[in-house]
Every structure is written in C-alpha cells, then in structure tokens.
T-cell receptor
Framework: EAGVAQSPRYKIIEKRQSVAFWCNPISGHATLYWYQQILGQGPKLLIQFQNNGVVDDSQLPKDRFSAERLKGVDSTLKIQPAKLEDSAVYLC????????????????FGEGSWLTVV | AQRVTQPEKLLSVFKGAPVELKCNYSYSGSPELFWYVQYSRQRLQLLLRHISRESIKGFTADLNKGETSFHLKKPFAQEEDSAMYYCALSGRSFNKFYFGSGTKLNVKP
C-alpha cells in the first residue's frame, strides 16, 4: 500500500516570498491533516479536512496560510508571505473516517516538507 | 482541553538497560493512546497503540486511566532504538490526534 506522499521535500525561500506544499494521502483515507513541526517541538495541527470540507483550522494563521483539498483527495498548503518563524517541517497525514474504524483509528504521516525561511 | 505531556526531552541509557519513556495525558472522555517513533531521516510511524495491547520491537505500554498515563517501556534497550518518540492522544468521540513534544532516546553502546 502506498503511503502519504509529499513534495517538495526541501525548500529554502526568502522571507516575504511564497511557497506551496503538496500532499497525496493514502487511498481511501477521507481525513487529511496538515501539521507544523518546529525543531524541538511536537507536531501541531494546522488544518484538518474531512473529504473536501474543513473540520478544524483554528490553529491556521489565516493571514498568511491557506490550504485546500478541492476534490477530496490531494491537498496543497500555501504560505504567503513567509516569515522567519515559519521555518519548520510541514507534515501531511491521513486517516480513515472515524466511523469506518470502530476498533480504533490510526494516523499515517508523509515524510514531511522541510521549509527554511531566510 | 486535550493535552499530552512528555516531561523528558532527552533520555540516555546504556545498551541492555531498561527504558521508560513517560507520557501523561489530559482528557475527560474515553482516550485512545498511541506511541509514534521517528528514526533519523525517516517519517513518523506508528509504534503501538493501547487498543491493540501489543508488543512491538519489545516495547509495551499500558494505559493507566487513574494516573492518566501511557508510559512506554522496554526491558532491554538496543542501539537501534535510538530515535524520537512521540506520545499521541485521540478519542472515541473525535477524530483528532494530539501529540506531545517528544522524547529523544539515546541508547549508548
């Protein structure tokens, strides 16, 4: 079974520039997550999709971050304009819908997109 | 509010020594707890979850609802266990995953 795919793996940009990350979840996984992981910290949820609808974006800095999942499959996360503090690993993850996993759900991660803002 | 606490940022042990990585959670409902591991330059991957009551790579973890803990244990650490370990919380009533800040396990030869 193919895992969660992310690209690009690494990106270096200057502050105030824009960047976009792409994610393709595991086939059949209705729920897609974007996490931000700053060095030395655990993953922090930015946004969660259920199919193509947003379930939770309370931690997404909406003045500069945006995300979409138009067809309910792959997703893009955009940052514009980037700030120095956005330097982090952006993790995409996916899971089944809750009701389809009555014995317990599990979240699966991609390899992450490493962003450095200089 | 849901919260996961891993009090140790770094844990160093010698090969063959027992290891325990601590995890405490805060959640008033019925929790589901997980341990994820991240080896150097690899993706975060599931190590084990409490609902399966399994032992993976010699690791076990028991959910203690009274102490709201889910500590990860291994009786004899191996060098290949060196990695970042993250405790995660989900719940039967919601489809979110909350992560702790992680513990780096360093197993010395």
């Amino acid at each position: 079974e193919a895992g969660v795919a992310q690209s690009p793996r690494y990106k270096i940009i200057e502050k105030r520039q824009s960047v976009a990350f792409w994610c393709n979840p595991i086939s059949g996984h209705a729920t897609l997550y974007w996490y931000q992981q700053i060095l030395g910290q655990g993953p922090k949820l930015l946004i969660q999709f259920q199919n193509n609808g947003v379930v939770d974006d309370s931690q997404l800095p909406k003045d500069r971050f945006s995300a979409e999942r138009l067809k309910g499959v792959d997703s893009t996360l955009k940052i514009q304009p980037a700030k120095l503090e956005d330097s982090a690993v952006y993790l995409c993850a996916s899971s089944l819908e809750r009701w389809t996993a009555p014995s317990g759900n599990t979240i699966y991660f991609g390899e992450g997109s490493w962003l450095t803002v200089v | 509010a849901q919260r996961v606490t891993q009090p140790e940022k770094l844990l160093s042990v010698f090969k063959g020594a027992p290891v325990e990585l601590k995890c405490n959670y805060s959640y008033s409902g019925s929790p589901e707890l997980f341990w994820y591991v991240q080896y150097s330059r690899q993706r975060l991957q599931l190590l084990l979850r409490h609902i399966s009551r399994e032992s993976i790579k010699g690791f076990t973890a028991d959910l203690n609802k009274g102490e709201t803990s889910f500590h990860l244990k291994k009786p004899f650490a191996q060098e290949e266990d060196s990695a970042m370990y993250y405790c995660a919380l989900s719940g039967r009533s919601f489809n979110k995953f909350y992560f702790g800040s992680g513990t780096k396990l360093n197993v010395k030869p």
